[in-house]
């Protein structure tokens, strides 16, 4: 920065001309007051010889205090000139002219830098809430309770036909292939069917002719026709449906697949229904990145589906892995905020 429009100086210098103006204009006052004196005793004592030479000397005075600072600004003018210096002198009387305008542009600037240094606490506030999230990601992996199976859920409990358990268990094992995941896919089933209104007709139709008919779930009716449930599975999906005991909350009411090549594929993006997660506001959108499971984290991880890609709210939040080779499973805001407002 140019000395001359250093603020504190230029305040400095303010602070000098206005002592040299006042000194300007005080002295001479004050010597022409004393000249008055002068001449009053002169009036009184006209041989006094001592009284008129102090009378020139005042008068003298007041002259060179008046017209110092003309002869201080030629004398400064004449040294730049002589020493071939740009004329820093005369800018300096020109930005303090121009104070206030220096006195904003620091106010500016001080705003601009606690601007920035609130995008930087910010940051390394974001920062700490990531390295968090990843250290209780951390522990929740070694002590393996990132697919929160072992949690329980007393929910209703269906009376269901032989015939209709043994569908419900077709649709549950083919979406995921594991007695666990079947658990959780007819946690699902409950769960989806009690979010209905009470006037759907899926509703008064029942929770084994919703999930056939809603189109929710995939190619239901042929696993339902097709079912090859051995007694395990049975009796996971009856210890959920019939007992009521689910492995999910009851506002759990997604899930969609990473890779399965359906029809509804995000393209070249994505063999999958999902188009990209994003965690903590870190986009994942390559395949590679949307299989690999440590980008998901509970309740941060949002999830962006080729199904929601026209709805207001385009994205669903991660809950779980039921399994190490299950679906992501998550819920809507609208289905937790509900969920939660009837107390359950």
Request: charged share 20%; proline share 2%; glycine share 6%.
């Amino acid at each position: 920065m140019d000395i001359c429009e250093n603020l504190i100086l230029l305040k400095i210098l303010r602070l000098l001309y206005t002592g040299i103006n006042v000194i300007r204009i005080v002295v001479p006052i004050a010597l022409i007051v004393k000249l008055m004196i002068d001449v009053y005793h002169h009036i009184l004592n006209p041989d006094s010889k001592q009284i008129k030479e102090l009378s020139i000397k005042r008068i003298i005075a007041a002259i060179i205090v008046f017209l110092s600072p003309i002869f201080v600004n030629l004398v400064l003018k004449l040294v730049e000139v002589g020493g071939g210096n740009r004329p820093d002198y005369p800018y300096c009387l020109t930005t303090l002219d121009n104070i206030g305008y220096f006195e904003r542009l620091a106010e500016a600037k001080n705003e601009l830098k606690n601007e920035s240094k609130k995008v930087q606490d910010n940051a390394a506030i974001q920062k700490a809430q990531w390295d968090q999230a990843q250290k209780l990601l951390e522990e929740a992996r070694k002590n393996n309770v990132i697919d929160d199976t072992s949690a329980l859920y007393l929910g209703q409990r269906y009376r269901l036909s032989d015939r209709e358990l043994r569908g419900l268990c077709g649709v549950a094992k083919a979406e995921q292939g594991s007695i666990l995941g079947a658990k959780a896919e007819a946690s699902l089933m409950a769960n989806l069917y009690e979010l209905l209104s009470s006037k759907s007709k899926f509703y008064q139709n029942g929770l084994y002719n919703y999930v056939r008919n809603s189109g929710w779930f995939a190619h239901a009716a042929d696993h339902m026709d097709n079912s090859t449930c051995s007694t395990a599975y049975l009796n996971a999906v009856r210890d959920v449906l019939v007992n009521g005991n689910r492995t999910l909350p009851f506002y759990v009411n997604e899930h969609d697949c990473m890779n399965c090549s359906t029809a509804h594929a995000c393209g070249a993006v994505s063999k999958g229904d999902i188009c990209k997660i994003n965690t903590n506001g870190i986009d994942y959108t390559t395949m590679d990145q949307i299989k690999n499971r440590s980008n998901y984290i509970k309740d941060y991880t949002k999830v962006y589906t080729y199904y929601m890609r026209n709805e207001k709210t385009n994205y669903w939040v991660f809950h779980s892995f039921p399994t190490s080779n299950s679906d992501p499973f998550g819920y809507t805001i609208n289905a937790r905020q509900r969920v939660e407002s009837m107390g359950r």
